[in-house]
């Protein structure tokens, strides 16, 4: 997905024209230390985690 920045793109390069969301689940945490690699976050902001669960 990194190189394509879709996951419907990134799945139709391995064969998958179509699918659906089967769940989401969104959930919140401290951002930790491999989380501040990027220059805008602190240590100890609140991070989103989003996991998303696709069936074809």
């Known amino acids: 997905m990194a190189e394509t920045g879709s996951i419907t793109a990134s799945l139709k390069r391995f064969g998958i024209n179509d699918y ?14 491999d989380d501040v690699a990027d220059p805008d976050l602190q240590l100890g902001a609140i991070v989103l985690v989003t996991v998303a669960v696709n069936v074809s």
């Open 20 to 33: 659906l969301r089967h769940s989401t689940v969104l959930s919140a945490r401290h951002a930790d230390a």
